[in-house]
């Protein structure tokens, strides 16, 4: 599917944009998750205003790491993880220190929208590192792997594995050089992963194979990607689920525009699957119902 039918044919009619803020904010999204009862990194502070900036030294005294980001970022831009401190000295996930004043000024330009959508006026989150799953040890670099799963009327469509690499800086994100890793909707088992525009079969830098990986607790991640579809009213849904080593399953965001390069990285379009829904499973009410129908029908259909 392109990019052109996605949005004349999908995220125009599925999804109405007065329903847009609740996942272009991460904060609105982080707090529907809550009230729903799906599980979100811990949200330690919020700072909104610039004379808050100056107390920011202070507030993280109590924080060992945390990651800091903009409410209303995109493609992973402005975010910062901090791993650990070095006397008055932060530690990055990539190794780099950095000193608290230019935290602070980084939360400067978070604050005046140089990361936000449209280059908004945007607020600074503070909240839990993620510690991920040892299944992903051996194959990933420095950053937090995520699962992407498309959701169309509540039905999980086809999902992904994005892995950082030291080309990514150690982010999850695929156009700054993460492996996209397509995932069986069924098993939950990776089949092709994708680097750019190669195709792989190992990552770069750990040199440890990435496909024939199943994924844990893979029906429990269906199930809260479904559930998304009942918090945003959104019909055509992108949902980033991290597994914590500790926690579990924890929602990072929602997007109203997914990308459609998970495409790529399960080697299909998923076109006729999003036709087969529509003409055949549109009337399943059930959350369990819906991914016990993807489950079943959708690996079959290419």
């Not at 039905?155 to 492996?179: C, D, Y």
């Not at 750019?196 to 830098?205: F, G, L, Q, R, Y």
């Not at 579990?248 to 998970?262: D, F, H, S, T, Y």
């Amino acid at each position: 599917m392109g990019i052109n039918k996605r949005n004349c044919d999908y995220t125009l009619v599925y999804n109405p944009r007065k329903y847009y803020p609740l996942v272009d904010d991460k904060l609105r999204t982080k707090q529907l998750a809550i009230d729903a009862g799906i599980a979100v990194p811990e949200l330690y502070g919020v700072i909104e205003i610039e004379h808050q900036i100056r107390e920011l030294p202070e507030f993280l005294k109590k924080y060992s790491d945390f990651v800091l980001k903009p409410a209303q970022g995109t493609g992973g831009d402005g975010i910062e993880i901090i791993v650990g401190k070095v006397k008055s000295l932060y530690r990055k996930s990539n190794g780099h220190l950095v000193t608290e004043e230019q935290l602070q000024h980084h939360v400067s330009n978070i604050l005046n929208g140089l990361f936000s959508l449209g280059g908004h006026v945007d607020k600074a989150i503070i909240e839990y590192r993620v510690k991920f799953d040892p299944v992903f040890d051996a194959i990933s670099y420095q950053g937090v792997p995520d699962i992407r799963i498309i959701v169309f009327m509540g039905f999980p469509v086809m999902a992904m594995l994005r892995l950082p690499t030291q080309m990514s800086s150690g982010k999850a994100n695929l156009h700054k050089g993460a492996i996209g890793v397509g995932i069986d909707i069924a098993t939950g088992r990776t089949l092709n992963a994708v680097l750019k525009n190669d195709v792989i079969t190992e990552h770069p830098d750990t040199r440890n194979p990435v496909t024939g990986l199943e994924i844990p607790k893979w029906e429990e991640l269906l199930m809260i990607a479904a559930k998304c579809y009942e918090l945003t009213s959104l019909g055509y849904l992108g949902v980033d689920i991290v597994l914590d080593r500790v926690k579990g399953p924890l929602v990072l965001e929602m997007n109203a525009r997914p990308g459609l390069n998970i495409q790529i990285a399960n080697h299909m379009g998923f076109l006729h699957r999003l036709e087969f829904i529509q003409a055949n499973a549109i009337r399943l009410g059930s959350v369990f119902d819906r991914v016990a129908f993807s489950r079943k029908m959708l690996s079959r259909v290419h």
